[in-house]
């Protein structure tokens, strides 16, 4: 995350998070940075439906339809995310940290009018702080080849 940080500084741009599976760590893991104010416009965790309904303005029929993990709405959560923040990087993060049947998360990068968005598939052994890790890294790893680009 530190490129993240040094990259956001040194171009001028901003970044925002909504999180579910997550909780909070990717905000987390920006702000141990000194001057993440500067970078950081906001970070919400929207662990249920009605949060992400009522935080991203997003549409209930769209959730009944794909399904809260999905990449429909990873890529909703990003999008409507960049609406309300005005960041220039918004990420989005929809997933079951843990689970029988479902062990997979969506990550969906909104920067400069190009959407984003990869799925990660866990292993069912794997605990839900491994899953959660892993998918921190997944949004890094992102960034930094967006960034690339």
Known sequence: ?????????KTNQTISFAESMTGGRLSYELVKFQGASKIFKEGFILYSDEAKVRTLKMDQKDIDKYGVVSHEIASLMATQLQKITGA????????????????????????????YVDDIVFYPEDSREQNIKTTVRKVVKMLHEIIKK
């Open 88 to 115: 220039d990087f918004a990420v989005s993060v929809t997933g079951y940290a843990s689970g029988k049947d479902k062990n997979m998360a969506y990550v969906g990068v909104l920067h400069k009018g190009l959407l």
């Open 1 to 9: 995350m530190k490129l993240v940080h040094n990259y956001l500084t």
